[in-house]
């Protein structure tokens, strides 16, 4: 009789710390990366009645607490609109090290920059993983430290301009087009395109400056639209160096290219006279073309230049010519290029920094996605401008991608990958040690096995979000109340046991 008041003092035990897993996980309900508990029951030793072939007979003593184990299901997630607030979709945990350097595993993603630049969590535990922008550490886990980064300058060597030139322009008017530019130190300087409208149909003129220096105005380099108002052709009549910039540098328009033809120099003129007697029209001045050949039939004038057969030039003539007219051609050579743009040399500055040799600035004939020239009967306004240059930059906002990549902004707009979070996975994740908020590897839980995010069956990290806790208040109700009454009819096992006895003892009266 007296076993059953030990055996229900178990069942009260027991029931008792159910109780108190119960309410760690309902305290804990709002904790970032908390798991709940959950109590798993064990029956303890047997107490043998009887045995032999009839069959055993066995009373059991009571109920332990077998196990406490923290449920790994996930948590629901919550926005913050920080950056480094992480949260892990799927397995893994974040890792951690103190200033002594032991080492913490966690799902709890509340992340921040601390004043050394180390990524930390609320407790200064320093996030591990990789520093990319440092050489050497692309590979080495360590803490990821975001502090003195930088934005180094780069030297402008293309620039695009995107623009429409009034066709309507007359001779003499100018337009000019500013950008700015950067030299090799990101110092800044402006160059300018100064277009000017000649004589001829849709023909301009251009020069470059650079910090307000003249490059030289060489008429006999331009740019030719077609009716249609489209880029048609670049000239040159040669190639000249300009006069000195700021520094001692110079601006050398030495090549200009398009995907088509180029006219370069005059070879020489065909001046073809008419002879009244034979009415035909005769080569008098070959123009270096020795083996030049000239049809005549009816009105239509056929010129073979080569004279390999095929005429090269065919145009009717109509009208009344008298003996001794004559038709002179002008005839250039072409280049067909292999680029469209035009090649500036820069010299050193007075800084002593440089632009960089080869810069280009790109023209766009054809109408893909590169800016485009043209040259319409509208208003001569710019369209678009682009420079692959950029001045240093300091960092000014963060990124996580879903691989854990550590994305800095900077001031001059360009962006890099930073650092790289790490996750680890456990071979039996239930063996690790609670320590608070933390999670400690243990010996039954194995050596964690460290991978990126994504990779390696561990789940993606999600930035501006954190992983709140995954206790299920409703079931934990549900198990309050069966904690609740397994407790009740524990004591009224004992209360029972009592009265039981009472009445045993009441037989001796």
């Known amino acids: 009789m007296s076993s059953a008041l030990w055996i229900g003092t178990t069942g009260l035990t027991a029931s008792s710390k159910q109780m108190d897993v119960i309410g760690n996980n309902l305290a804990n309900s709002n904790t970032l990366g908390f798991k709940a508990g959950n109590t798993y029951f064990a029956s303890m030793l047997n107490q043998s009645l009887s045995g032999g072939s009839s069959g055993t007979m066995q009373v059991g003593q009571g109920v332990t607490i077998a196990a406490v184990a923290p449920q790994f299901g996930q948590g629901s997630f919550e926005s913050t609109g920080n950056a480094t607030d992480l949260a892990i979709d799927g397995e893994g945990f974040f890792i951690l090290r103190d200033s002594e350097g032991a080492q913490y595993f966690t799902r709890a993603g509340a992340f921040h920059v601390d004043r050394e630049g180390y990524l930390v969590d609320l407790n200064g535990y ?72 000649t004589e001829g149909n849709g023909t301009w003129g251009f020069s470059t400056t650079l910090d307000g220096t003249n490059a030289g105005t060489n008429s006999a380099h331009g740019v030719i639209f077609d009716a249609n108002g489209n880029l048609e052709s670049f000239y040159t009549g040669g190639f000249g160096t300009g006069p000195t910039v700021a520094g001692g540098g110079t601006i050398t328009e030495s090549t200009i290219n398009r995907p088509g033809q180029i006219y370069k120099d005059t070879v020489g003129d065909i001046v073809l006279t008419f002879d009244e007697a034979a009415q035909r029209w005769a080569p008098t001045s070959y123009g270096g073309y020795d083996g030049l050949a000239v049809d005549q039939t009816g009105t239509s004038l056929s010129i073979d230049l080569d004279g390999k057969g095929g005429p090269d030039i065919t145009f009717d003539l109509g009208g009344t010519f008298a003996d001794g007219d004559t038709i002179t051609f002008s005839l250039y050579n072409t280049v067909t290029p292999a680029a469209s ?48 240059g950029y001045s240093s930059g300091v960092l000014k906002s963060l990124s996580v991608d879903k691989e854990g990549i550590v994305n800095g902004f900077f001031t001059n707009g360009q962006s890099a990958a930073l650092g790289q979070i790490l996750l680890a996975s456990f071979p039996d994740v239930l063996g690790l040690q609670k320590s608070g908020n933390y999670f400690i590897e243990t010996v039954r839980s194995g050596e964690a096995l460290r991978n990126r995010p994504g990779s390696g069956g561990l789940g993606e990290t999600m930035s501006n979000s954190l992983e709140i806790s995954n206790t299920d208040v409703a079931k934990e109700f549900i198990n309050m109340i069966s904690a609740q009454r397994a407790y009740q009819a524990n004591a009224k096992v004992i209360t029972t046991a009592d009265t039981l006895l009472s009445v045993l003892m009441d037989i001796k009266r």
């Open 126 to 197: 320093r996030v591990q993983g990789y520093n990319l922008y440092v050489a050497g550490q692309e590979e080495m886990e360590t803490a990821i430290r975001l502090q003195n980064v930088q934005s180094a300058p780069r030297a402008s060597t293309e620039i695009g301009i995107g623009a429409n030139l009034n066709d309507a322009a007359l001779p003499g008017e100018r337009f000019n087009i500013t950008q700015t530019v950067f030299d090799s130190l990101g110092h800044a300087h402006g160059l300018a395109v100064n277009f000017m409208r």
């Open 341 to 388: 743009d035009i090649s500036m040399v820069f010299g050193p500055l007075s800084n002593g920094a440089t632009i960089g040799n080869g810069n280009q600035l790109n023209w766009n004939v054809v109408g893909d996605d590169a800016p485009i020239i043209t040259g319409y009967a509208s208003s001569s306004v710019v369209k678009s401008l682009h420079n692959n």
